[in-house]
């Protein structure tokens, strides 16, 4: 069977070069350059991990990311892609591109067969059929055996009739096939690896708690399942080799559910040789000492913390099972081994009121996150509060089809003027923000901690440098190198810079050689070199003109815009089908890290 799975754009985007108004059917009223997040653009890891299922199963498979692209392009496409199967991922902000392309799928291929998952549609699956009468198929929850059975009844001529967790067209109705469980050994499943090559990396599903505003289970199910130890090496040790960038986002709900696991991966990461820096997500009452110092001694480099809110009476509500306390007696263990923290906050949950929003900002003045980003609550089907929503009238689904927004960002129940003081501080601070810097004396403790580390070594000469001791500073930049430090282009950086501080450009430029020739692909690294091109260019050593370059190396990972993982070029012969997907690559381009968009004013729930 061939097979296009799509990762559609979220509406009908216009070219930079068109006057076309796709009206209606374009973006939502008030959009704004940066409402969409960059995570957007990322083809989500299930979409290639069924596309990894299907490769191994036999069937021709090409993944496609369009989702940055115009419509005319999309619809040049979809006309010369002639597949037997398409399938798409939908999410909530895409959920009006995936019934747009379903409908352009339908008309120029009219036998091919259109399936759809995702967590917007697996908690909508009828409504999904009964709304775009161009999907076929609706999976519901975790699809991978659901969509390996239908391709092989496809490929024998078969109808839909019964198939495990689907809904599915019969005749001239709608029907749901009996339940499907979940997976309950994901080593059964193809490594990605093997295929395909993206920074996002996953070692387990699902999460044992239920937060009210997440969605998480009505895609996995309650529980946690994981790859063994043993799966989750090789898997790494294929990535890593592959990497031009030796950075890798690990996008588990939450990676710490099993402290044994992970000190055990943690050890095999370090037994194996695999040099890499990584971050991952997780809950503040799992971390202990002992686990933060395997992890970063393994390449941790920074956590994301679910923290939600600085209030105690939002995180009873929203059933986060967490305290105020746990928060800040994890992020200070994390410090105290050099791992960068980063919070993932929420306004507008429930019971959000002046009050709680005041405390949760005197929070972060208290806790010093090295990072921290704001988002403004989304009522997302398949979640506590849409159940509440819908049940007590606040919400109807039907405006998840009806309606054009993104996402409905609406608060829970906070009065207006809340809501309006959410906005406004929201307006200015939304994104990501830096907030706590280590200074030279906490560095060298998380150093004395883990001596000949080499990222430590470069936590103190970032430390150093912002000190203006740029000899120290240089001399951990060697330091790093000497430990074989994985992404040596960070500290030939600092070399470069340091350099420049004593004026010998010939120095700096051979640092900025070697790093190119080394590890060129960090975004400070070509920041700092275009910088330096173009102070050349306007004769700055004869002008004495200033050459400012940044000297940090933040967990920022700069990727190139290259297909399927990103909305990248196609190659000329993206119509032909064969087993191998090419990936060719573009220009970089660095994606805003957090959503803009605010809470709706005009669809504010009532105080309840």
């Given at each position: 069977m061939k097979v296009a799975l799509i990762y559609p754009p979220p509406w009908k985007i216009a070219a930079p070069d068109e006057s076309v108004d796709y009206g209606i059917e374009g973006h939502p009223e008030g959009y704004l350059q940066g409402d969409l997040d960059g995570d957007f653009h990322q083809?989500?890891?299930?979409?290639?991990?069924?596309?990894?299922?299907?490769?191994?199963?036999?069937?021709?498979?090409?993944?496609?990311?369009?989702?940055?692209?115009?419509?005319?392009?999309?619809?040049?496409?979809?006309?010369?892609?002639?597949?037997?199967?398409?399938?798409?991922?939908?999410?909530?902000?895409?959920?009006?591109?995936?019934?747009?392309?379903?409908?352009?799928?339908?008309?120029?291929?009219?036998?091919?067969?259109?399936?759809?998952?995702?967590?917007?549609?697996?908690?909508?699956?009828?409504?999904?059929?009964?709304?775009?009468?161009?999907?076929?198929?609706?999976?519901?929850?975790?699809?991978?055996?659901?969509?390996?059975?239908?391709?092989?009844?496809?490929?024998?001529?078969?109808?839909?009739?019964?198939?495990?967790?689907?809904?599915?067209?019969?005749?001239?109705?709608?029907?749901?096939?009996?339940?499907?469980?979940?997976?309950?050994?994901?080593?059964?499943?193809?490594?990605?690896q093997k295929h395909f090559r993206s920074h996002i990396f996953m070692t387990s599903r699902?999460?044992?708690?239920?937060?009210?505003?997440?969605?998480?289970?009505?895609?996995?199910?309650?529980?946690?399942?994981?790859?063994?130890?043993?799966?989750?090496?090789?898997?790494?040790?294929q990535l890593v080799e592959s990497l031009p960038v030796k950075m890798v986002l690990v996008k588990d709900d939450t990676f710490t559910t099993q402290?044994?696991?992970?000190?055990?991966?943690?050890?095999?990461?370090?037994?194996?040789?695999?040099?890499?820096?990584?971050?991952?997500?997780?809950?503040?009452?799992?971390?202990?000492?002992?686990?933060?110092?395997?992890?970063?001694?393994?390449?941790?480099?920074?956590?994301?913390?679910?923290?939600?809110?600085?209030?105690?009476?939002?995180?009873?509500?929203?059933?986060?099972?967490?305290?105020?306390?746990?928060?800040?007696?994890?992020?200070?263990?994390?410090?105290?081994?050099?791992?960068?923290?980063?919070?993932?906050?929420?306004?507008?949950?429930?019971?959000?009121?002046?009050?709680?929003?005041?405390?949760?900002?005197?929070?972060l003045e208290e806790a010093k996150p090295h990072e921290y980003i704001f988002s403004c609550l989304s009522i997302y089907p398949g979640t506590q509060d849409f159940t509440r929503a819908e049940r007590e009238g606040w919400v109807d689904r039907e405006l998840y089809f009806e309606e054009p927004f993104q996402e409905l960002k609406i608060p829970f129940d906070a009065d207006e003027e809340t809501t309006e003081l959410m906005n406004g501080w929201f307006a200015e601070n939304c994104g990501l923000q830096r907030h706590h810097r280590p200074d030279v004396d906490e560095a060298k403790g998380v150093l004395s901690r883990l001596p000949g580390h080499g990222p430590a070594h470069l936590d103190l000469c970032e430390a150093l440098y912002l000190a203006g001791d740029y000899e120290g500073a240089a001399e951990q930049a060697e330091a790093a190198l000497k430990a074989n430090h994985a992404l040596p282009g960070l500290a030939l950086n600092y070399l470069a810079c340091c350099a420049v501080k004593r004026r010998d450009f010939d120095a700096m430029m051979r640092h900025f050689?070697?790093?190119?020739?080394?590890?060129?692909?960090?975004?400070?690294?070509?920041?700092?070199?275009?910088?330096?091109?173009?102070?050349?260019?306007?004769?700055?050593?004869?002008?004495?003109?200033?050459?400012?370059?940044?000297?940090?190396?933040d967990f920022q990972l700069l990727e190139k815009t290259q297909q399927p993982t990103l909305p990248g070029p196609l190659p000329d012969d993206f119509t032909t089908w064969s087993p191998a997907i090419e990936n060719p690559e573009a220009d970089p381009a660095v994606a805003r890290l957090g959503s803009n968009k605010r809470f709706d004013t005009k669809k504010r729930l009532d105080v309840v």
């Open positions: 083809t989500p890891y299930g979409l290639l991990t069924l596309a990894a299922q299907a490769i191994r199963a036999g069937h021709q498979v090409k993944v496609l990311n369009l989702s940055a692209y115009p419509w005319s392009a999309v619809e040049r496409i979809v006309a010369g892609l002639d597949a037997d199967v398409f399938g798409m991922s939908c999410w909530t902000a895409n959920r009006r591109g995936v019934g747009y392309a379903a409908r352009l799928i339908k008309a120029v291929h009219p036998e091919s067969h259109v399936l759809v998952g995702g967590p917007h549609a697996s908690p909508l699956a009828k409504e999904m059929l009964a709304h775009h009468a161009a999907i076929d198929t609706v999976t519901t929850g975790e699809s991978d055996d659901t969509f390996l059975e239908l391709l092989e009844r496809r490929a024998a001529g078969a109808d839909n009739r019964g198939l495990a967790g689907a809904w599915y067209r019969f005749g001239d109705g709608v029907e749901q096939g009996p339940p499907r469980g979940n997976m309950k050994h994901l080593d059964a499943l193809e490594c990605v699902g999460c044992p708690w239920a937060c009210t505003f997440c969605g998480a289970e009505s895609q996995w199910g309650r529980g946690f399942r994981a790859h063994s130890v043993p799966y989750v090496l090789d898997a790494l040790e402290k044994k696991r992970v000190i055990e991966l943690c050890r095999g990461i370090r037994d194996r040789g695999l040099r890499f820096n990584w971050s991952c997500d997780t809950r503040v009452d799992l971390l202990t000492e002992d686990l933060l110092q395997e992890m970063r001694l393994a390449g941790c480099e920074r956590l994301s913390l679910g923290v939600e809110s600085g209030a105690p009476d939002i995180l009873k509500n929203i059933d986060k099972k967490i305290t105020v306390d746990d928060i800040l007696r994890s992020t200070e263990l994390a410090k105290k081994y050099g791992i960068k923290v980063r919070y993932y906050m929420m306004l507008g949950n429930r019971g959000e009121t002046t009050e709680t929003f005041q405390q949760t900002l005197r929070f050689t070697e790093a190119s020739e080394r590890d060129p692909q960090h975004y400070v690294l070509v920041k700092n070199v275009e910088a330096a091109r173009e102070w050349f260019r306007l004769q700055g050593p004869a002008r004495g003109l200033p050459l400012e370059l940044d000297a940090h190396h």
